[in-house]
């Protein structure tokens, strides 16, 4: 069974960068899509990037030209690097991921998601 687990959140001031890691186990990364998600209180949870199998990578308007996804297969890790952050990026980051047989495309819905780790970006 594929296992998701988040790090590298917590607190960071305005401006600054982090960098979290989606680390999978139980099946090879290489089989999977990514996505990268997030909820702040009292919102709703939001798509922030995905990743596909190909490598072709999505991002939220919101995050356009802050943050990069990538993955590493051989590390079985999807990151996330974050940078000029917001207070508006305070949120619990998800990753989730699908076993899928389209190398190209992101998709819609994840089977798969990891606990959440929490980035707050504050002075």
């Known amino acids: 069974q594929l296992v998701l687990v988040e790090s590298g959140g917590g607190l960071v001031q305005p401006g600054g960068s982090t960098r979290l890691s989606c680390s999978v186990s139980?099946?090879?990364?290489?089989?999977?899509?990514v996505g990268w998600f997030r909820q702040a209180p009292g919102k709703e949870r939001e798509g922030v990037s995905c990743?596909?199998?190909?490598?072709?990578?999505n991002y939220a308007d919101s995050v356009k030209g802050r943050f990069t996804i990538s993955r590493d297969n051989a590390k079985n890790t999807v990151y996330l690097q974050m940078n000029s952050l917001k207070p508006e990026d305070t949120a619990v980051y998800y990753c989730?991921?699908?076993?899928?047989?389209?190398?190209?495309?992101?998709?819609?819905?994840?089977?798969?998601w990891g606990q959440g780790t929490q980035v707050t970006v504050s002075s």
């Open positions: 989730a991921a699908l076993y899928t047989t389209n190398y190209d495309s992101c998709p819609r819905e994840y089977a798969k």
């Open positions: 990743i596909t199998r190909s490598g072709n990578v």
């Open positions: 139980g099946f090879p990364l290489t089989y999977y899509a």
